[in-house]
């Protein structure tokens, strides 16, 4: 069992199910009649609640943290902007009573740090894409020192046991700690400390392999994965899920192979540190590798981005030398 006493991780577990209920109250509330019209500020609300509220939490646990987030609040200072942040401040009231429009966006700007050699980093909702559909989204948090993560949780509210997509279900909470394992309860049972151990699929066969690809293309090589697949000899069919619930599922040993390739439209396209850290340490922890496209590990130590890294492979572990083999043979 991971130390559940470690005051970090009883926040980073804390947070991260507290963001996850916001979101999914969000999303409740207000996604299904916004899409409807065509109206994307239900995920908007959601991502600044979602961030000003763990920042918040991490404020009082530890005054001195350092947090990279994704969001800035300037958007909610706009002119006209004013229906947005009056509701992100409504939302994240419901969790802290004293919430008033300028310290909300104060929470939410305390994300605009760089990495430093100790320093959290935080997605509110990696996917959102998926949210707006009512698909799949995750909260995904991770504490980073020397470059390298030490926690991470992802809360996945329509993901149940890991790997099943269920809109309106139990969700999924997964938490990794450096040394200690990968473990995933329900989002209802983080406070009863009712968590199970995870790891990845012994699949070593590359024609037995399940690539998780994401239904959104705007940041890979759609053909380009077409082609990897084929030099690997894939015969099963693909699992599509949206965000690092991904990592999710590969840990729990339900897909074997993540691929993020460079996009044709964006080729100096370069990985957010909060869109993969804190699932690289829940797939390693569960028995997985994650490097980048040339094997190299992962950077968690400069800026806001991965500068050193080209795009990421996440694979079972058994896996990941084959899948390298077949970036290099047609060329990604």
Request: aromatic share 6%; with cysteine; charged share 25%.
């Amino acid at each position: 069992m991971f130390n559940i006493n470690n005051p970090e991780v009883k926040f980073a577990i804390n947070a991260v199910r507290q963001a996850a209920e916001l979101v999914k109250t969000v999303q409740t509330e207000t996604a299904k009649n916004a899409l409807t019209k065509g109206d994307k500020s239900p995920v908007t609300v959601a991502d600044f609640a979602s961030q000003a509220l763990v920042s918040h939490m991490l404020m009082q646990e530890f005054p001195d943290a350092v947090l990279v987030g994704e969001e800035a609040s300037d958007a909610l200072k706009e002119e006209g902007a004013e229906h947005l942040l009056e509701a992100v401040t409504n939302y994240t009231a419901r969790y802290i009573p004293e919430s008033e429009p300028d310290t909300v966006c104060e929470w939410i700007d305390r994300g605009a740090a760089d990495a430093t050699k100790r320093f959290w980093t935080l997605d509110p909702i990696d996917g959102t894409k998926g949210f707006i559909r009512g698909d799949q989204y995750a909260v995904a948090l991770a504490l980073v020192e020397d470059g390298e993560v030490q926690i991470g949780v992802l809360g996945c509210p329509n993901l149940t046991n890991g790997y099943i997509s269920e809109p309106g279900g139990t969700g999924t909470l997964v938490i990794a700690v450096r040394g200690q394992g990968t473990w995933l309860t329900g989002m209802a049972n983080a406070e009863k400390n009712d968590w199970q151990r995870i790891q990845t699929s012994p699949r070593a066969n590359p024609s037995e392999a399940r690539l998780m690809r994401s239904f959104e293309s705007g940041h890979t090589d759609v053909s380009k994965i077409d082609e990897i697949s084929s030099a690997l000899g894939v015969e099963v069919e693909p699992v599509r899920m949206d965000s690092q619930a991904k990592y999710a599922v590969l840990a729990v040993g339900k897909g074997e192979v993540i691929l993020r390739l460079l996009s044709p439209k964006m080729p100096n396209y370069q990985e957010k540190i909060w869109d993969q850290a804190a699932g690289s340490i829940v797939l390693e922890e569960a028995g997985g590798c994650i490097s980048d496209l040339d094997g190299k590990p992962l950077d968690f130590s400069v800026e806001r981005k991965l500068i050193n890294n080209r795009g990421v492979l996440a694979t079972n572990g058994l896996l990941h030398e084959a899948a390298l083999k077949a970036l290099r043979d047609v060329g990604a």
